[in-house]
Each structure stands twice: as structure tokens, then as C-alpha cells.
């Protein structure tokens, strides 16, 4: 085992594995200092070279031994507030006498080969051997409780993972005001923060802004980790690309309210703060009981932000993601949702699965509709029992006939909701997250149910283990269309409502917990309202997430080019839809919605019955084709090369290449053609320099470090003229040659090491 944290005399840990350092030291005064996160540094007898010099946020008392807290020396480690740190803490305890001072001192660590599971895995959280753990207990001896804080290092990856425990063995009960998973310290401001913004249909959009002094704070408080800001942020420096500058990312393994906050000091100390959001969230902590924080992962970066991104693919691949499809590609499926909306019968079903079955699908997914009395969205969620009058012989009826076409069959649920009008909320009022007296607010013409409650969650369970028992079901598409209004559960006293979010978040885990333990063949894919909750918390229980509910492949450039920051290929739920788009009325070819497709699950979502003769010939080619390079796709190292947030976006480019660079698959597209362009190369990444390579429909044999450093012409040079020779270009030969003029337009190329 490679030792991959040191502690020296003086106190000090060094977690490092030759491509990170991060260093921590316990103080004289038993307090923890944070010495240096960032590139590797040298293993030394000490770090008092690294120590900051000058002020910062702390205060010395009058006689000059630092105020019980920190010495200015020092940076925080895991802040506390109250004792000099004036920037904000990353938990707040508050005591009997009413006081949220606290004073924690080291008390012991160890270091634990592995990794510790995280509430004993009833949260998600990575896993895995080729990492160790520095635990460090702290001790508040005023108030008898401790603090345990994690820090594990990964062989592999540039990447630490954080996490706070609190135990309390006082004979009073204490409430959690805040409890953070991790506070960072920066000796500098000189950053940018980077974040994934959107909403619905437009999700994980990059947006980069200077830091300035002060707080800023992206995070949610829907319930959800939501579409609006994903739990991901980073600090790069400025100027920063895709292969230069240095960069810290950090992800929340969670899937609820969120805070990701940025705080500069006016003597340029930065600070992060990250975990569960504070709002409205206050945790008892009665004696003997002890409280876990989600789990913080933190990549670095010397060399850009794809290479961050590499290191969270190969994390969440290896040691995230679980189960039986971790390593295998997902079979393409087709799924009715653009197809049908809910108005379907058996016989359209399959319909559609027959005309599925013709052109090499996989899969077939029933969406939405399938239960209760659903013929819109105004009803049925909670009655997880088949529409006989739409299926006939129920779902085990029509599973089985979807199989006898020779297609695996897939279904659609949304576990966590329910309507108004359903069975399971005429027997049971009181299982609504909602306020006695006051008016519910309804969102899709539905209500979130209590999963704080074990019954809730059992009853959730136990329907739908009757749908699934018996069926042939092979696939779940577990889908939450709405988020938490009027938060407030008939099950929890007035002392403890603070807890309803994270208690409702931990029902959700124990739902997928005991559904993937029961059926470990299902493949699951997590949605909400597309990608409204695409978070590792999720990636821990199912291995793919739909990416968005918009379809268009143009939109999901910007989409699919943003989640892959911090999320691998692979669990990019994307399917080529009907043209024109059903979200952005556009029309695009089926070459070119494939092409963006291919980087992510790949599947359809469109009515099979309808495509033309053309069509069809092609997507059974295409998915003869993706299936021939998906595990390059899948479990290749991912090169972003053309960026749509930077300029005008137009053109936008990536590549998978295989771990020992002998293949890679590129996609390239462009949003619009434009009069008179500039005729430029697109230069490549991740090849081997020496090597000879050949790229499909290109001539020429190139060598890697010329795909590299020069690059090559991947378009056409068309400049206004003979139109109609340049015209056919854009949609003949899907998988061969250059990419054609016009709106649109897209190609993949496989690029090959001469052997
Ligand atoms: C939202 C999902 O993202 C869609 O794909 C579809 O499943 C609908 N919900 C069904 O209500």
C-alpha cells in the first residue's frame, strides 16, 4: 500500500499522492490550522514554510496569544465561529445555555486503509481500497461533544473527500443549526468561481465570474438539488482553459437543499463553505446521538478544467457508481414519453415495440400514464397499480408481450409524488408535506409525499415491488416532476421540523437503497423534470440520470458539454427525438442527433411507427455504430475541445479517447453556418504523440502530435459558392468525411492508431 498521508513531530498532515498536497497541522492550542490545499508539494519534516504570514480574519487578544481560536498564522480547518474566525463557520452548534461558541481540540486520529462508510451507507457516498482515510477527532471538553472530521485521499485521482461527524455525550440535547461538510481556506482571492446555472430545458450552463470581496453563494432550498444550481462549483485562476490553470472543483454527494458558499476577506483569504443549506434546517442533537454530514469531494487541477473533469469521471465510475451496470453499456432503449404523452393504449404500445424491434432497439421504456386513471397529469400519482382499461393485462401482461417481440421492457415511476385525486391520498391525507390551515400548493397538479415517515417509504416500496415482482421489468426510470412547498411533516414534533428536508432526502436514499439491494439486475436511471436532480447522491443508486427534457440536440450541446464538468459520459441520459423538437420546435437531421447522442446513454424518444423508410435504415446503422464504439465512449478519457459558452459558441467539439490512446471517437458540430467563414483546423487531445493515426472519411495519415499541436481541416471549406455542390454534403455519409455547410450540421469521426 503507497502511504499517502504523513504526519511530521510537529503536528502536521500531509495528505498527498504526488499530484495534490493538502495540509492540515493541530495547533499549540489543540485548535486545527489549515496550511495549504493545490499542487504537490515536497515530503518534509515540516510545513512552517508554508505557514501564511500577515492577517487575515482572526484577532489576537490583548496579550497576544490568539482569543482560544486560531493564530494568524494559520488558516481554518473545518472553521469554527466565535473565538476569533469573524468570515462564517461551517457549523453552528447551539448549547442548553443558548450559546454557539464552541472550542474543538485535537484529540486522536488515525489513518484507516479504505474509506469509512458514511452513516453506516445509509448516504451515498464513493467507496473504495486505494485510498486512505485521516480521521481526526476534536473535543469541546465545556460542553462534552466531539467532532469528527474525514479526509480521504485517493491513490488514483487528485481528489480528497470530505465529511464532519458530530457526536454528543452531554446529558443535554443541542441542536444543529448548520453543519457544513467542509470549510477550505485559499491563501489568495485571485480566482474566478465557476458554476452550472439553468432551469428546465436549459440545465448545467456554465457561468464564470471574478470573485470579489464578500459572500457569494449559489444552493438551493427547493428540496431538491435542482436545476437551478447544481451542487458543483470550482475555483479556477483567472484565464484558465480547458488544458491550462489551476482549477479546484467540488461536488456534494447529495441530493437536497444545498449551499456552495464563496466568502473573500478584505485581506484576500478565500474561503468555501459547502454542504447542506442552513435555511431552515436545524437538526436535534440529543445526547448520545451523533450527526453526519454529506460527503464533499474536491478535485484539483494544475492543468485545466478537463483534466479536473477526468479525475470526478474516473472517481464516480470506480468508485461511486455501484452494481451491475457500472460497467457495462446500457442497452437502446426507446422510450414513448415524446411519442405518446399519455394518450396510449396496449395496442400503440406495441405498435411501437414492434416497429422498435425492426430497427435493432434494445428496450422499450413505458413513461408516464400507465397507472391508476392517468390520461393527463392531474391525477393517479400514488396508485402504483396498471390502468386496465390502457393495458389489459397489466403490466406483467405487457411486459411479457414486449418480450416475445424481443425487446426488454422498461417502466417509468415517480415514487415520491401524489395526487390529489388518487386512492392512496383519499386513505391518507396526512402523508402530503403540507401545513395544517394553510393552502397547499400544488405544482403539476401534485404534492410530495412525506418520506421523512418509514411507513411512507415502506408503502412506496411495497407497491411497487408488487408492479415489479412477476414482470419483466429490466429498466426504471425513476422521474420527481416537482419540488417541496409549504415544508412541514405531520410527523415530526415542533422541535424537529428543522429536519423534515434532510430526513425527506435520507427516505429517498432508503428507497433506492432497498430497491437496487432487492433487484440488482434493474437498470435504474434517475430524472427529475429531466436533469433537476443530477448529483453523485443520485449516481450512487443509479448509474444514469436524463440529462434534460429537452431533446434538441443544439440545446444539448450546451447541456451535455456543461454536465460533463463533473459527471462521465456514461451517465448522461440523452436520446435522438423527433424533428422537428418538440421543446425548441427546430428541425435537425437524424444524423446530427445521433451525433450529440452518442456522447451520452444513447436511445430514442419518438414514435418508431412514424419514421420513414430512410429513418429507419439509418438508425439501425447508427445503432450498429454506437454500439461498436460505445465503450470507448463510455470508459474512455473525455477531451472537451470547442466550447458553446465561449465566443459565439458555434462551433463545439469533443473526444473520447481509449485509456492506451489507440482509438478515439470525436464529435464536432456547428450551431450555424455562417457566410464567408474562416477555414479553420480543430486541433485534438489525448493522443499519443508518436503515433500514426488515421481518422475516418479524412485522408491522410496523421501523426498524433500533429493532431495535436496543428490539427486538421474537420469541415468543409465552403464560402458561398456552388451551393448546390455543398449542400448534399451536410447529410450524406453520417460516418464518414467531413463536416458538411449549413445549419446544424455535425459528424463523428473514429480516429485510429495505425498498428
Ligand atoms: C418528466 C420527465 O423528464 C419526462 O421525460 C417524462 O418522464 C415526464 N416527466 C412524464 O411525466
Not at 15 to 24: E, H, P, Q, R
Not at 322 to 346: H, M, S
Not at 699 to 704: E, M
Not at 708 to 729: H, S
Amino acid at each position: 500500500m503507497c502511504n499517502l498521508i504523513y504526519k511530521t513531530n510537529t503536528n502536521e498532515f500531509h495528505l498527498t499522492n504526488g499530484n495534490l498536497s493538502y495540509i492540515l497541522k493541530v495547533l499549540d492550542n489543540g485548535n486545527l490550522g489549515h496550511i495549504y490545499f493545490g499542487k504537490p508539494i515536497k515530503i518534509n519534516d515540516s510545513y512552517v514554510n508554508l505557514y501564511r504570514k500577515g492577517r487575515h480574519l482572526t484577532v489576537e487578544s490583548e496579550d497576544g496569544v490568539p482569543a482560544g481560536g486560531i493564530k494568524p498564522d494559520f488558516m481554518c480547518e473545518y472553521a469554527q465561529y466565535g473565538t476569533g474566525d469573524y468570515t462564517e463557520g461551517a457549523f453552528q452548534l447551539k448549547q442548553p445555555n443558548g450559546s454557539i461558541v464552541t472550542d474543538f481540540k485535537y484529540m486522536s486520529h488515525e489513518i484507516v486503509k479504505g474509506k469509512p462508510k458514511l452513516m453506516s451507507g445509509k448516504m451515498p457516498a464513493t467507496y473504495g481500497n486505494d485510498c486512505q482515510t485521516l480521521v481526526i477527532t476534536l473535543v469541546d471538553k465545556l460542553i462534552d461533544v466531539r467532532l469528527v472530521l474525514y479526509y480521504t485521499i485517493f491513490e488514483k485521482y487528485n481528489i480528497i473527500t470530505r465529511s464532519a461527524k458530530f457526536i454528543n455525550g452531554n446529558a443535554d440535547d443541542m441542536k444543529l443549526t448548520r453543519a457544513l461538510s467542509a470549510s477550505i481556506d485559499f491563501d489568495s482571492a485571485d480566482f474566478e468561481l465557476l458554476q452550472l446555472d439553468g432551469s428546465w430545458l436549459r440545465e448545467r450552463h456554465i457561468n464564470i465570474s471574478k470573485l470579489r470581496y464578500g459572500s457569494q453563494r449559489v444552493g438551493s432550498s427547493r428540496g431538491a438539488s435542482s436545476a437551478i444550481h447544481n451542487p458543483f462549483i470550482a475555483l479556477q485562476t483567472p484565464g484558465t482553459t480547458e488544458y491550462s490553470g489551476e482549477i479546484y472543483g467540488f461536488n456534494l454527494v447529495y441530493s437536497g437543499n444545498f449551499t456552495a458558499d464563496v466568502e473573500v476577506t478584505p485581506h484576500d483569504l478565500t474561503r468555501v463553505l459547502f454542504g447542506i443549506n442552513p435555511y431552515g434546517f436545524e437538526w436535534n442533537l440529543r445526547k448520545g446521538e451523533e450527526f453526519q454530514t454529506p460527503e464533499l469531494v474536491m478535485a484539483y487541477s494544475q492543468n485545466g478544467v478537463t483534466e479536473m473533469s477526468q479525475h470526478f469521471h474516473n472517481l464516480y465510475l470506480n468508485n461511486l457508481i455501484r452494481g451491475d451496470w457500472q460497467y457495462k453499456v446500457p442497452p437502446t432503449l426507446i422510450n414513448n414519453w415524446e411519442a405518446t404523452y399519455f394518450d396510449f393504449t396496449e395496442e400503440k404500445i406495441l405498435d411501437i415495440a414492434k416497429a422498435a424491434k425492426e430497427i435493432d432497439i434494445e428496450l422499450f421504456v413505458l413513461d408516464d400514464g400507465w397507472f391508476g386513471k392517468r390520461d393527463k397529469d392531474d391525477s393517479s400519482l400514488g396508485d402504483w397499480f396498471p390502468d386496465t382499461a390502457k393495458l389489459p393485462d397489466g403490466i406483467i401482461g405487457l411486459s411479457k408481450k414486449i418480450n416475445s417481440i424481443g425487446l426488454k421492457f422498461g417502466l417509468w415511476f415517480e415514487p415520491e409524488m401524489v395526487c390529489p385525486v388518487s386512492k392512496l391520498h383519499e386513505e391518507h391525507p396526512d402523508w402530503v408535506i403540507s401545513i395544517p390551515g394553510r393552502h397547499r400548493t400544488l405544482q403539476r397538479t401534485q404534492s410530495v409525499l412525506d418520506f421523512s415517515k418509514k411507513e411512507v417509504v415502506d408503502n412506496i416500496y411495497e407497491q411497487m415491488k408488487k408492479v415489479i415482482d412477476g414482470s419483466a421489468i429490466e429498466y426504471i426510470k425513476w422521474d420527481m416532476n416537482r419540488n417541496i412547498t409549504e415544508p412541514m411533516s405531520a410527523f415530526l414534533d415542533a422541535d424537529s421540523q428543522g429536519e423534515l428536508m434532510h430526513r425527506y432526502i435520507l427516505g429517498v436514499y432508503d428507497l433506492y437503497d432497498r430497491l437496487t439491494n432487492e433487484f440488482p439486475n434493474i437498470l435504474f436511471e434517475s430524472c427529475a423534470s429531466g436533469g433537476g436532480r443530477y448529483d453523485p447522491g443520485m449516481l450512487y443508486y443509479a448509474p444514469q440520470t436524463w440529462a434534460s427534457d429537452d431533446s434538441d440536440a443544439m440545446e444539448r450541446l450546451k447541456i451535455q458539454y456543461g454536465t460533463s464538468l463533473a459527471y462521465p459520459i456514461k451517465s448522461i441520459g440523452a436520446h435522438v427525438s423527433a424533428s422537428p423538437n418538440h421543446q425548441v420546435l427546430r428541425n435537425t437531421s437524424i444524423n446530427t442527433r445521433a451525433n450529440v447522442a452518442y456522447f451520452g446513454t444513447f436511445g430514442y424518444e419518438l414514435d418508431a411507427t412514424k419514421l420513414s423508410d430512410e429513418d429507419k435504415a439509418m438508425i439501425k446503422k447508427q445503432i450498429k455504430y454506437f454500439k461498436d464504439h460505445a465503450e470507448l465512449i463510455h470508459f474512455g478519457d473525455f477531451y472537451r475541445l470547442q466550447s458553446p459558452f465561449i465566443g459565439d459558441g458555434n462551433d463545439v467539439a469533443w473526444m473520447s479517447v481509449s485509456k492506451d490512446k489507440s482509438k478515439a471517437f470525436l464529435g464536432a458540430y456547428q450551431v450555424l453556418g455562417r457566410p464567408n467563414p474562416v477555414y479553420k483546423r480543430l486541433k485534438l487531445k489525448g493522443l499519443d504523440k508518436d503515433a500514426q493515426y488515421k481518422i475516418s472519411g479524412v485522408k491522410g495519415v496523421f501523426y498524433g502530435s500533429d493532431l495535436m499541436d496543428v490539427g486538421f481541416y474537420n469541415k468543409v471549406d465552403f464560402g458561398g459558392n456552388n451551393w448546390d455542390i455543398y449542400a448534399p454534403v451536410r447529410e450524406e455519409n453520417a460516418f464518414e468525411g467531413i463536416l458538411g455547410a449549413g445549419d446544424f450540421s455535425s459528424k463523428v469521426f473514429v480516429i485510429e492508431k495505425i498498428k
